[in-house]
């Protein structure tokens, strides 16, 4: 049976909507009967995405909200909510997809870091802080889906700043979950999604990367099941590749390697 949250009529809110996974998120929705509304703050892209969805929805733009949306700011993120109910009335799964990326070590400006941290984990809490009251008051079961990445488990070196906030984002999540389960009378459930290497943007896409309506596939399946980690592979690493990637760091842990030892030059060929 269909989750009660991914039934026609069921009202969904994608931030990063106008491209990559938010938009395929965004498209399946709709196909599927939901109402949706498509934040970004990219309001040239935006139009357009909405344009699409509106294609695939049940009463085409009467099904499609596009609301331009600064995720990183709490206002925004306010005004969005606020947008949502007076047009939909309500909330049945909410989406924390925009995201940010900055290569680099330790040391870029904090310009960057406070832009990347904002955008990749204060985006999720605000959004969270701003729905979930009015998603829990609803007393239907809801979702909240937040897009975390492989880099904020497994910790590759060279994107300190982007694997920081996905690791921050892993971890509030994992936290906001357990809170809800505990939370008597509560029918929000919290879940995150993990993607591969995926095609994102306006990228060009690449032979070992996953296209985003892949990954979206794997997130309703999951979302139907009940999952909460829902771990995607792509075309060149498998769900056992990324099983065995992630208990070497923990090992790090427990066996008192150096830290990032899968890059280190003592124990790279064991890794291998």
């Not at 047009?87 to 989406?95: A, E, H, P, Q, Y």
């Not at 910790?155 to 700043?161: C, D, E, H, R, T």
Request: glycine share 8%; aromatic share 6%.
């Amino acid at each position: 049976m269909t989750q009660a949250f991914l039934q026609p009529g069921r009202v969904a809110v994608v931030t990063g909507a106008a491209s990559g996974i938010g938009l395929a998120a965004c498209k399946r929705f709709a196909e599927m009967g939901l109402k949706t509304v498509l934040a970004d703050v990219a309001a040239g892209d935006l139009e357009a995405a909405a344009g699409e969805v509106a294609a695939l929805a049940r009463d085409g733009e009467a099904d499609v909200l596009p609301v331009v949306a600064n995720v990183g700011n709490e206002g925004s993120l306010d005004a969005l909510c606020a947008a949502v109910y007076e047009r939909f009335g309500r909330t049945d799964i909410l989406m924390n997809n925009a995201a940010a990326r900055v290569s680099g070590g330790t040391d870029e400006g904090l310009d960057d870091w406070h832009h990347t941290m904002a955008v990749n984990f204060w985006a999720a809490v605000m959004a969270e802080r701003a729905f979930l009251p009015r998603m829990r008051a609803q007393a239907s079961p809801a979702a909240i889906v937040n897009t975390g990445s492989k880099q904020g488990i497994t910790n590759p070196p060279g994107n300190a700043i982007y694997n920081v906030t996905k690791s921050a984002l892993k971890t509030y999540t994992e936290q906001l979950q357990h809170q809800l389960r505990n939370t008597e009378g509560c029918q929000v459930s919290a879940h995150l999604l993990v993607p591969g290497w995926t095609t994102t943007g306006k990228r060009e896409h690449q032979p070992g990367a996953w296209l985003p309506d892949q990954v979206v596939a794997v997130l309703i399946e999951a979302l139907e099941r009940g999952d909460f980690y829902i771990i995607c592979p792509d075309n060149e690493v498998t769900n056992e590749m990324d099983h065995r990637r992630m208990l070497w760091g923990v090992g790090d842990i427990i066996e008192n390697r150096p830290p990032l030892s899968r890059w280190h030059k003592d124990w790279a060929e064991k890794f291998q």
